[in-house]
């Protein structure tokens, strides 16, 4: 991919308890997405894969020049004039001058907008955003990654899975064993091929997942202590993440859609099996009804 996808999900967070009263979390949130959109659009990788950065020299400047202003020189009210020493007067030098460093430093305290920084902040996102859905959504072609996951996560393409549960009937009267996983794959392409989506490159990236708890001996004779149900329901897709996708799709939710993918596979299985079941039932009846208008007449 061409950037790693711990750069956007979990290289950088926010410590909300860390921030400054002055700073609203909402604030620190899109200075995050800022920073960590910048170093997507401005990484090395993007121009091996052959993308150019987005974000021009002049756009940084502006945006510098933009933080820059909101640090203006604030001078404080100069304080009153120190009364003359008298001769009598023990005051120690030093402290003196201690002083009067210290009412220089004040008088150079800037001012801080709490208005200003979210108004500034949040211009600064919305060009980095629009850079980055040019760059992710329109120039990487995102959303064919996404259709892809419709169709075979969420089982878009039933043609295809109906080819399958066909062809891999057989396997599924059965408990899995150690070779089962190999021999669905070797459906799966097949069923591809019967669908028209062997040459798809999403689909290509995807393998069959026979999942088990850890631990299991897959031995000869099948998995001890799963029914063929239980265990069919544990079929899910590996699929290989690249760029752009692993932006949006992290580990926990690639683990959710392997949550949601067997129980579709499951729903669709019963469908069609009930289907199967109502095709004799209904040409039972046809036959019944045939036979009694023949008995009337």
Known sequence: SAVPIHEWHSRFSLRVAMLPECIPAAVAEKVLFIGKAMRVLTSSELKTAGHECLITLEEREQFSLALAQLLRDAPIPSAPASPARGP??????????????????????????????????????????????????????????????????????????????????????????????????????????????????????????????AGTDMATDGVAGLSPFDAWRRISLSMERCWPLNLLLDEAMASRYNELFPLLFTVKRVQMALHASWRPLCNLQRGLSRAQCVARQ
Not at 152 to 179: K, N, V, W
Request: glycine share 4%; charged share 30%.
């Open 88 to 213: 009598e007067d023990t005051t120690d030098p030093d402290d003196a001058a201690r002083l009067d460093n210290a009412a220089a430093a004040g008088a150079s305290r800037v001012s801080f907008n709490r208005l200003e920084l979210t108004v500034t902040v949040e211009g600064i996102r919305a060009s980095v955003a629009r850079h980055l859905w040019q760059l992710v959504v329109v120039d990487s072609d995102l959303l064919k990654p996404l259709q892809g996951m419709r169709d075979y996560f969420l089982l878009g393409r039933g043609d295809l899975f109906q080819h399958f549960i066909e062809d891999c009937s057989a396997l599924t009267q059965a408990r899995p064993m150690r070779s089962t996983e190999k021999e669905l794959n070797a459906l799966w392409k097949a069923a591809a091929t019967k669908a028209g989506v062997d040459d798809d490159a999403e689909f290509k990236r995807l393998e069959v997942e026979l999942q088990m708890d």
